[in-house]
């Protein structure tokens, strides 16, 4: 009589079978193993180490990948670090092994690899793992071999291990803010997150948007430093992103590249508000109040004020230019000021609902401040694809 397997009992049953493998190992005097692998993914090829696990079954007209290990776990790794590890692969069979590619999720990860193993010898599949691109904490990445064995076409690798910051800088978030003509200088101090000390030996910026003018010790905080961070003049207004790369000797001998990141603000002497590099939208659920009976214009305001309060600013004049096949009397703009010799409004407003269904345009501005009078750009778009009459 046979006894149907269910679900309670299934455990009992896996844990005979592992018995009478085990028993049926000692007989035949080769390692046995339980598949443990997830279903619909190719399993990864027994690990042979012993010498005598060297000469595997015969293989006929086809290769054979073999790998003696696939995990590999650090100890605690300093952020900024970047280190290689290899795994060697063996081609068992009797036809030259090719490896296509090795894949992994991790910009983290760069791989380089033998392309082709002889029949009989081995390779090289070589992780280069920067710590730099990725966060603080442990961390467990997977990588897969692809070649031309058709019994194990792709075979999976484990890395990971925890990683640590091997610095703290105060401030924690690092902004340079200032107008476009400034070199406005920021102190970043830098101090050890781990009993290690350091030295910074170099230091190098990524975007050229600022330098690093000055390192020097801080003051009562031994092992700390303190740098000099300088914003760079440069032609216009924008918002970069940027950062520091710091190359350290630290106490053991090893030498790290950490960054830090630096956001760099060139501020235009006139501040314009929503942002000029910005476009001014009226939505279509904005301008389908115009076809209300009674609506009243749809209106969008840009604030205008200068980045320095002490200096006295004026807008001279706002116009709107829209293409010919715009109406006339659609658009209309006018300026307010909000407060005399600091800020200023100028108020974009649409009268009408044409029939197109959008157009794009540009506001100019000129403001005085300083004597000097500037025309600041802004682009504007307006849709008109909801509903109609």
């Known amino acids: 009589m046979h006894e149907t397997v269910t679900a309670k009992s299934l455990p009992k049953v896996v844990a005979t079978l592992s018995v009478a493998l085990a028993l049926l190992s000692c007989v035949v005097g080769t390692p046995v193993a339980l598949a443990q692998d997830t279903p619909g993914t190719p399993a990864n090829p027994p690990i042979l180490k012993t ?7 015969a293989v006929t007209g086809s290769p054979r990948i073999r790998l003696t290990e696939f995990e590999f776990l650090w100890d605690t790794v300093l952020q900024g670090k970047t280190f290689m590890k290899d795994w060697i692969v063996y081609n068992d069979g009797d036809q030259p092994l090719k490896i296509s590619q090795v894949r992994t999720k991790c910009v983290c990860s760069t791989f380089d690899y033998d392309q082709e193993i002889a029949p009989g010898d081995s390779g090289i599949v070589r992780l280069i793992f920067d710590s730099n691109k990725i966060k603080v904490g442990t961390t467990k990445k997977t990588a897969t071999i692809y070649s031309n064995d058709p019994k194990y076409p792709e ?4 890395y990971g291990g925890p990683i640590v910051l091997a610095f703290r800088h105060r401030p924690s978030t690092v902004q340079l803010r200032g107008l476009v003509s400034d070199q406005t200088t920021v102190p970043v101090t830098v101090s050890p997150a781990t009993p290690q000390k350091f030295e910074i ?7 050229d948007q600022f330098e690093v003018s000055e390192i020097s010790p801080a003051p009562d905080q031994p092992g700390s430093f303190v740098l000099q961070l300088r914003k760079k003049a440069v032609a216009k207004a924008e918002i970069k992103p940027d950062f520091v790369k ?8 090893d030498v790290i ?8 603000v060139h501020q235009d002497s006139v501040v314009i ?3 000029p590099t910005k476009t001014l939208l009226f939505m279509n659920r904005e301008t389908n109040r115009l076809l209300d009976e009674g609506a009243k214009p749809v209106e969008k305001r840009l604030t205008v004020s200068g980045a320095n309060s002490q200096i006295k600013l004026k807008v001279l004049d706002a116009r709107i230019e829209v293409p010919e096949k715009v109406p ?5 703009v006018r300026v307010e000021e909000a407060r005399p010799d600091e800020r200023y409004n100028v108020v974009v407003a649409i009268h009408e609902y044409p029939s197109i269904t959008y157009t794009d345009g540009k506001v100019f501005i000129d403001v005085e401040q300083g004597g000097q009078v500037t025309t600041h750009e802004i682009k504007i778009r307006a849709m008109f694809a909801g509903r109609r009459r």
């Open 51 to 57: 010498p005598q696990d060297q000469q595997p079954p």
């Open 155 to 158: 075979v999976t690798v484990w």
């Open 201 to 207: 030996i170099e230091t190098s910026v990524a975007y």
């Open 246 to 253: 710091l190359k350290l000797q630290m106490e053991d001998g």
């Open 257 to 264: 590249e950490p960054y830090i990141r630096v956001k760099v």
């Open 273 to 275: 508000t929503p942002s």
């Open 328 to 332: 006339a009397g659609v658009f209309s």
